[in-house]
């Protein structure tokens, strides 16, 4: 198995525009390997 070159856990992403804040992504879990690698 490669190692990742990119790994986010738990990744969390908020839009703030003025007072409202919109919550885009909540807990994602993501692992980037090399271009032309599939993980499964």
């Known amino acids: ?10 990744l969390v992403r908020i839009f703030q525009t003025g007072s409202i804040e919109v919550q885009a992504l909540q807990g994602l879990d993501l692992v980037g390997t090399r271009p032309g690698r599939p993980r499964a």
Do not use: G, N
């Open 1 to 10: 198995m490669s190692e990742a070159l990119i790994v986010c856990e738990s």
